[in-house]
């Protein structure tokens, strides 16, 4: 795993922050891999940025920053097939 320098963590935290507020405001239960939230179960034995549940609908989402993007894929790849063993929905963000 990519370590991400300061600007790069405040802008990958601003993304899974702008995120976890759009699922919230979607109705979803939402948990965050943020400091000073509960971090959301590990997931293809990897714990994803977000994870949010509304009925039977499960999206996970790992948010990638230009330094992670392409250098995080075992990470992305064991989160894409933990979700889809559990029906739900993969997505990768890159914070801009």
Do not use: C, N, W
Request: glycine residues 10%; proline residues 3%; positive net charge.
């Amino acid at each position: 795993m990519t370590k991400r320098g300061k600007i790069g963590q405040a802008r990958h935290d601003a993304k899974v922050q702008q995120r976890l507020d759009l699922y919230k405001d979607k109705g979803f239960r939402v948990k965050a891999d943020l400091p000073g939230r509960a971090k959301p179960q590990k997931i293809g034995g990897r714990i994803p940025d977000i994870i949010a549940k509304k009925g039977k609908k499960l999206v996970v989402e790992e948010v990638e920053t230009r330094s992670t993007k392409d250098t995080d894929k075992t990470q992305q790849e064991a989160l894409r097939k933990g979700t889809k063993e559990r029906g739900g929905t993969f997505k990768v963000i890159v914070a801009k």
